[in-house]
Nanobody, 119 residues
Framework: QVQLVESGGGSVQAGESLRLSCTAS????????MAWFRQAPGKEREVVAI????????YYADSVKGRFTISQDNAKKTLYLTMNSLKPEDTAMYYC????????????WGQGTQVTVSS
């Protein structure tokens, strides 16, 4: 059974940095991608960044380009999201997501870690 466990959230001031971690267990083969999603109160869930495991390519939402970096440590089976120059609008619950195949209708989700950015 796949388990994704996030950590690293917290409360910071605008302009500061945080690094989120997601430790994955239970995958028998590499997933198609690992990603970070977020959801702010009253807003829809949105993708933040994606790491395509096979070739290491990445995707970023326009709102975080140039500020956030997604990366993976294969040896530690850990996905990271390094967040710099944080803004109040980055405040949300951040979720680690694993999609096993390109057509996987039910990706794996972690429990989430809260990020709060105050101005």
């Amino acid at each position: 059974q796949v388990q994704l466990v996030e950590s690293g959230g917290g409360s910071v001031q605008a302009g500061e940095s945080l690094r989120l971690s997601c430790t994955a267990s239970g995958y028998t083969v590499n997933p198609y991608y690992m990603a970070w999603f977020r959801q702010a109160p009253g807003k829809e869930r949105e993708v933040v960044a994606i790491f395509y495991v096979k070739d290491g390519t990445t995707y970023y939402a326009d709102s975080v380009k140039g500020r956030f970096t997604i990366s993976q440590d294969n040896a530690k089976k850990t996905l990271y999201l390094t967040m710099n120059s944080l803004k109040p609008e980055d405040t949300a619950m951040y979720y680690c997501v694993g999609r096993r195949t390109i057509t996987d209708p039910h990706p794996d989700w972690g429990q989430g870690t809260q990020v709060t950015v105050s101005s």
